[in-house]
């Protein structure tokens, strides 16, 4: 006999650490789904918040979690909850769905598929769990897993093995250009196999350099995806499941949503997790140095569609080297965009500085022709952006890419001054394709600033070529070697002249110093440089013929 199920997939932003504000939001989209829903479902982590990292090591935050769920259980009763939480028990931590029913805890699962690559260090502070858990929920026999279970896909097996008619699965799954086409591949492969539908939930929201996109689905036992939620926003989609034996059908759900595409998918991830650090780290504001180049343009257009025009202030800094068409293209994209503006030159603050130091570093304090002159003025920038922040209680941003960042092409504590580098996961190819995605919807960005040749203007008629190779051929490199781990002889035999890589991969490997010391951003690729790439900085690796 058929079986109705109501579920309510709680697809939501939850902050790390913030344990009770956390609680207030579960327990308020709890009550609102009563009624409406049997069972509502919270992505893993909800409560504490992922990847709550070294808190997981702290007694103290472990009790406010344990007393928060109990907060929960007694709060919320007439629906059935499906909570995610760290717990203890016999002195292991796990990474645990409690299933709250009535103001009791009336099953308990811990996950059992432990991640412990890229971003993921699960075993650093999670125990596996051993059973599977399945839970009768309107006469239908209902399997909870929690995310890596899904990717490693034997617990979801066994699961089945236990009788379970529904899967449901919960989610902490970061975001990365295509990752929502490969989960959608997984889960509709597990649902042919196992003949089961799935319902995913998965969270949202910015933490540090991760991005959570949702994206949370249904998806049902033919591997016919029956419901999508959107990307990047909350939502509580309430969708009723007729279930009949391991047949599933819906009979009732909100209208799907249509993924993104590619370049829509990327600038939501940069907008909301800019959106999301700054907000949650208790900042209002934003100040960033505005140069009149493809890259700040660009971090000013994300900077204003996450926070509002309001709250973003941009400077332009100009010196002896700044271009007329810089000054009045960064003039234009501030007046066009609304911002706060501000012109403060740094001639004579660099003066001073040469005038000072141009004896001890043997320059010409009247033609200063030397990187560490090009340096002086960065410094320079660096300490103004600072100084408005500290006076105004703004959160800077730096504005470098990923190219930059791979290859040292940055100066520390100059242009690498900031709290928050939005497009720090942006190669420098890409930095121009957003551009022109962002211009579709308005134009914002002086085409100029698209089309003129890059340079960061730190001496007469410099270009970012006369240091590096062109774009197109350090992107290829820096992809294969960084975010791909291909050796430099493979990519010598894509075709790439070997002089060329061995050198960018010179500049990779002694740069990583640099990178150690600067502000995080948003990760968008496989493998960004953060939590999921770990080099020593002390390297001899590739050095040697080099």
Not at 498 to 516: A, L, P, Q
Request: with cysteine; net charge negative; proline share 3%.
């Amino acid at each position: 006999m058929s079986q109705s199920l109501r579920v309510a997939l709680a697809q939501l932003n939850f902050c790390v650490g913030a344990v009770a504000e956390n609680t207030d939001k579960i327990i308020q989209a709890s009550r609102l789904a009563r009624g409406q829903a049997d069972l509502i479902v919270f992505p893993e982590l909800a409560l504490s918040g992922y990847p709550a990292e070294d808190l997981l090591l702290r007694p103290d935050f472990l009790v406010q979690c344990v007393q928060a769920r109990q907060t929960i259980q007694d709060a919320v009763q007439g629906i059935d909850i499906v909570l995610g939480h760290p717990s203890c028990d016999d002195d292991h931590l796990y990474n645990t769905a409690s299933y709250l029913r009535d103001g009791e805890l009336f099953a308990t699962y811990h996950k059992r598929a432990l991640p412990n690559y890229l971003v993921f260090d699960e075993k650093r502070y999670f125990h596996s769990g051993n059973q599977p858990c399945v839970v009768t929920v309107n006469g239908v026999r209902v399997g909870i897993t929690i995310c890596e279970d899904l990717w490693e896909g034997w617990p979801l097996r066994d699961t089945v093995e236990h009788g379970a008619q529904l899967l449901l699965n919960i989610n902490a799954s970061p975001y990365h250009s295509g990752k929502r086409h490969q989960r959608e591949e997984l889960i509709r492969d597990h649902c042919r196999e196992l003949k089961r539908g799935i319902v995913y939930v998965n969270l949202v929201g910015g933490q540090d350099e991760l991005v959570f996109d949702g994206g949370s689905m249904v998806v049902l036992g033919d591997a016919s995806i029956a419901v999508r939620c959107g990307e990047f926003n909350e939502t509580v989609a309430i969708v009723e499941l007729q279930v009949d034996g391991d047949d599933l059908r819906i009979s009732s759900s909100p209208a799907s949503v249509e993924p993104l595409d590619t370049m829509a998918g990327i600038y939501q991830a940069l907008q909301l997790g800019l959106k999301d650090y700054v907000r949650k780290s208790g900042f209002n504001s934003v100040v960033l140095g505005l140069s009149g180049g493809i890259d700040s343009a660009l971090v000013l257009a994300l900077a204003v569609d996450a926070l509002g025009a309001d709250a973003v202030t941009a400077v332009m800094m100009p010196s002896r080297y700044t271009s007329d068409i810089s000054l009045r293209d960064a003039a234009t994209m501030a007046s066009t965009l609304g911002v706060d503006y501000r012109i403060i030159a740094i001639e004579p603050m660099f003066k001073a500085f040469m005038q000072n130091l141009a004896f001890d570093l043997q320059l010409d304090a009247t033609n200063p022709q030397h990187v560490s002159a090009e340096n002086i003025q960065a410094r320079v920038r660096g300490i103004v952006v600072m100084a408005m922040a500290n006076r105004f209680g703004k959160l800077v941003l730096a504005t470098g890419n990923k190219s930059e960042m791979a290859v040292g092409y940055a100066t520390l504590y100059g242009d690498m001054a900031g709290a928050y580098a939005p497009i720090k996961d942006v190669k420098k190819t890409l930095v121009y394709r957003l551009a022109v995605f962002r211009n579709r919807q308005s134009a914002v960005i002086p085409e100029r600033v698209i089309e003129r040749a890059p340079s960061a203007e730190l001496a007469a008629g410099q270009t970012d070529q006369d240091s590096l190779p062109d774009y197109d051929v350090l992107d290829a490199i820096i992809e294969a070697y960084i975010e791909e781990d291909v050796s430099v002889e493979e990519i010598v035999a894509s075709g790439i002249a070997e002089h060329t890589v061995n050198k960018v991969v010179r500049m990779i490997v002694v740069n990583e110093y640099k990178r150690r010391q600067s502000a995080p951003g948003v990760r968008i690729t496989k493998r960004a440089f953060g939590k999921d790439r770990r080099y020593p900085i002390v390297n001899g690796f590739n050095l040697e013929g080099s």
